[in-house]
């Protein structure tokens, strides 16, 4: 499984999210490729599960079905929450 961090730029936010979601993968037990980009070049090809915060999902061309919405892109607390009910709504 690959998933992506998406922020507007590909730069700050994404790799903060993306460092957010290996140390919550890690937590949960779960194995990912883990990267980061800019919403402005990412396609639904790029990966399988898509993470970002929810000021910029509503303007994503991404499939709805494979985006996590963050509200608070520090909160650890809030990777787990949404990463395990993403997995345990894929049967993993």
Do not use: R, W
Not at 17 to 26: G, H, P, S, T, V
Not at 44 to 51: G, H, R, T
């Amino acid at each position: 499984m690959k998933i992506l961090a998406v922020c507007a730029h590909g730069l700050g936010s994404s790799f903060l999210m993306e460092m957010n979601l290996k140390k919550a993968l890690k937590n949960l037990g779960i194995e990912a490729e883990v990267g980061h980009s800019d919403l402005s070049v990412t396609g639904n090809e790029d990966a399988d599960l898509f993470v970002m915060g929810e000021d910029i999902a509503g303007s994503s061309s991404l499939d709805p079905q494979k985006i996590i919405k963050m509200k608070n892109l520090v909160s650890a607390a809030e990777y787990e929450e949404k990463l395990k009910a993403y997995f345990s709504a894929q049967g993993a």
